[in-house]
């Protein structure tokens, strides 16, 4: 195939902080953990990382627990000298700030990024501190989209992408207890994660008489905000010298064609993330056959389903048989998916959990949630207008 720029930049490091339900730290706390611990991992000291990236970057006007510090304070904590960096909502998903550090190494721009995500949501949510995405942190005005959605009660993502889900319940069949099966796979699953929030067994049944949040969505769809910090540290493949082998970074995908919207989207039973994967094997020989492990998006069930379909592994509208019953997407089914229990039930790091969970699986490391000897891992990020993914190899 061709030799895409990205391949030139490996996971040489990897790092996460105490995760919890309000652990009352800081975030800056939490990142100096994680990050400490990438570069370690990655056989590296402050003095080698000459890069830093992170999403969404700082503060500003976001509701207190979202942003996690920006790249400026993080760099003086550490007392980094950087050639390199950026922070910032606008890019593919949760993971822009990792394809950004590929792109600055392939460029020689840096040698090793530091990459971090940070969130205090549940700290901030006890407080009484944590406001709606749409009103902002700092003043009570609606602004941008939001205008055209709060005025609807369409108060959050959860709203926003319940009516996604009922769209394709209502064009493919698509039932509860298809979604479910993907809310009991992430417990099962976290009960081998030390660190994930809910480990206990759920229950169909528990599942289906759960609270309503947005119809069809009850309140195991949704993640569970939490505390914690998630690093990597990407390098340039022939810096890379860490203990464990790097992971090679074999495509990514980043595109959106559709309007970037969540109300003019012209297929309302899928969303960014089906141009974000047609990229992503665009730029690669490999194909979902090859991938052994799968990490994607759950801040609700049906974003998962809808990333199943746009990466391939089942066919549009095809989402809801391929998970029914959850073997095919159990540790030792054909596709394991989301292995650390995934943000429904590990908590909510914002796709970070997800891509530190696949280098985690790809190292063989897992513990009792390994999911056999995978060689490829895809990870994926975001919903809505904006979607991003990784395909990684060992």
């Known amino acids: 195939m061709n030799d895409s720029i990205e391949r030139s930049a490996v996971i040489s490091g990897i790092g996460q902080s105490a995760i919890g339900r309000r652990l009352n730290r800081s975030d800056l706390d939490l990142t100096v953990e994680a990050s400490l611990e990438a570069i370690g ?76 995500r940070t969130v205090t949501e549940a700290t901030a949510q ?135 919207t969540w109300d003019q989207w012209e297929d309302l039973t899928t969303m960014a993330m089906r141009d974000a994967a047609a990229q992503l094997w665009s730029r690669t020989e490999l194909t979902p056959a090859d991938v052994d492990v799968a990490e994607l998006y759950d801040g609700f069930s049906w974003l998962t389903l809808a990333w199943l379909e746009a990466l391939g592994f089942a066919a549009k509208g095809e989402g809801g048989p391929f998970v029914e019953g959850g073997k095919r997407i159990a540790l030792d089914g054909e596709l394991p998916l989301n292995t650390s229990g995934g943000q429904l039930s590990a908590g909510r790091l914002h796709g970070f959990g997800l891509l530190h969970e696949a280098c985690v699986q790809l190292r063989g490391i897992g513990g009792d949630r390994q999911a056999g000897a995978p060689e490829v891992a895809v990870v994926a990020a ?13």
């Open 126 to 260: 006890g407080s009484g501190r944590r406001g709606g995405m749409g009103l902002g942190a700092q003043d009570r005005r609606v602004r941008g989209i939001f205008q055209w959605m709060l005025p609807y009660h369409a108060y959050s993502a959860a709203n926003w992408v319940a009516l996604y889900a009922q769209r394709h319940m209502h064009e493919f069949g698509t039932t509860r207890e298809q979604l479910g099966a993907i809310a009991i796979n992430a417990r099962r699953n976290a009960a081998g994660n030390p660190k994930a929030i809910f480990r206990e067994p759920l229950t169909m049944e528990e599942y289906l008489n759960a609270r309503m949040i947005t119809t069809p969505f009850g309140l195991y769809d949704c993640d569970v905000p939490c505390d914690g910090s998630t690093a990597v540290i990407v390098s340039r493949a022939e810096r890379a010298e860490g203990a464990s082998p790097p992971l090679r970074v074999n495509a990514v995908g980043t595109a959106i064609r559709g309007r970037p």
């Open 41 to 116: 991992d990655a056989g590296l000291t402050r003095d080698d990382i000459d890069g830093i990236a992170s999403y969404p970057g700082g503060g500003g006007a976001l509701p207190p627990g979202f942003s996690g510090p920006g790249t400026p304070e993080v760099q003086d904590a550490l007392r980094l000298k950087v050639g390199w960096h950026m922070g910032g909502l606008e890019g593919p998903a949760q993971l822009a700030p990792v394809i950004n550090a590929c792109l600055a190494v392939a460029a020689g721009l840096a040698n090793h990024v530091l990459v971090y």
């Open 382 to 394: 975001g919903g809505g207008p904006i979607a991003g993914c990784l395909l990684l190899t060992r």
